[in-house]
C-alpha cells in the first residue's frame, strides 16, 4: 500500500501527454475524459496517502508537479486554440511561475517554506479546474456553457491573482520573521 499514493502520481503525470496529444487533435470529449481521470487519481492518491499514513517525500514533491503540469497544459492550449483568453493563461500560468521562483529563492535564503495550500489557493485550482471542464463540455458540444465562461474566466483571474498576492505576501512575513535570514547559510 506504501507505493500506490506514488504511483497514481505518477499515472497522472503519464497522462499529461495523452491529453496534450487529445487537445492538439480536436478530441476535446476524449481529453476531457482523460482530465477528469487525472482528477480523480489526484484525490485517490491524496485520501490514501493520509487514510494509511503512506505519505512520502518524493509524492510530497511529485504531486503539485502533477497537478500544474496538467493545469499548465491545459491553460497552455486551451490560450493557444483561443478557446480561453490569452491574458488568462498568462495570469494562471505567471502565479504558478512566480510561486515555484519564490519557493526556491526562500528555499536557497532560508529553508523550505510551508508549501500547505490556503484556502484561496484551493478555491482558485476549484475554479481552474471547474472553467477546464466547461471549456472542454462545450468544445465537445456536450454542453453549452458559452454563456458562463467569461465569469468564470474572471473569476479564476481574480482567485489567481489574489492567491498568488498571499503565497508572496505570506512568504515575505515568514522571512522577514525569521532569524536564520540574517545569517549565512551553512
Not at 82 to 88: N, R, V, Y
Not at 161 to 172: A, C, E, I, R
Request: aromatic share 12%; proline share 5%.
Amino acid at each position: 500500500m506504501f507505493f500506490v499514493p506514488n504511483i497514481l502520481t505518477v499515472v497522472r503525470l503519464a497522462l499529461v501527454p495523452l491529453f496534450i496529444i487529445l487537445i492538439d487533435e480536436n478530441r476535446f470529449g476524449e481529453a476531457l475524459v482523460v482530465f477528469i481521470v487525472a482528477g480523480i487519481t489526484d484525490g485517490l492518491d491524496g485520501f490514501i496517502a493520509k487514510r494509511f499514513n503512506c505519505e512520502t517525500k518524493i509524492g510530497a514533491i511529485l504531486d503539485p508537479i502533477a497537478d500544474k503540469a496538467l493545469l499548465i497544459a491545459a491553460y497552455l492550449l486551451l490560450a493557444g486554440l483561443e478557446m480561453i483568453p490569452f491574458w488568462l493563461m498568462i495570469v494562471v500560468v505567471s502565479r504558478d511561475v512566480i510561486i515555484l521562483g519564490g519557493c526556491l529563492l526562500i528555499t536557497l535564503i532560508d529553508k523550505m517554506p510551508d508549501m500547505s495550500p490556503s484556502k484561496l489557493s484551493k478555491l482558485n485550482t476549484f475554479l481552474q479546474i471547474i472553467t477546464i471542464v466547461l471549456v472542454l463540455m462545450t468544445s465537445a458540444d456536450w454542453f453549452d456553457f458559452n454563456p458562463y465562461l467569461d465569469m468564470f474566466c474572471y473569476a479564476v483571474f481574480c482567485s489567481s491573482v489574489l492567491s498568488g498576492v498571499f503565497y508572496v505576501w505570506q512568504w515575505g512575513f515568514s522571512l522577514h520573521r525569521s532569524p536564520e535570514m540574517y545569517e549565512p547559510k551553512k
